[in-house]
């Protein structure tokens, strides 16, 4: 299966940024900060929050 990446560097520890598009960005923070660490940052940009 292929994410479109083809370029993608795949080196552990490589920063790597994705987009998730969902209708539930709370509940998405949650889960990927529980899963991750960390913590999530929203910024106003053109076009709403992201």
Not at 9 to 27: C, H, M, N, Y
Request: aromatic share 10%; net charge negative.
């Amino acid at each position: 299966m292929s994410d479109g990446c083809r370029n993608e560097d795949k080196t552990a520890g490589i920063f790597s940024w994705r987009e998730l598009v969902t209708q539930d960005p709370k509940g998405s923070d949650k889960f990927y900060t529980d899963l991750f660490g960390g913590t999530e940052e929203t910024m106003a940009m053109p076009g709403g929050m992201h």
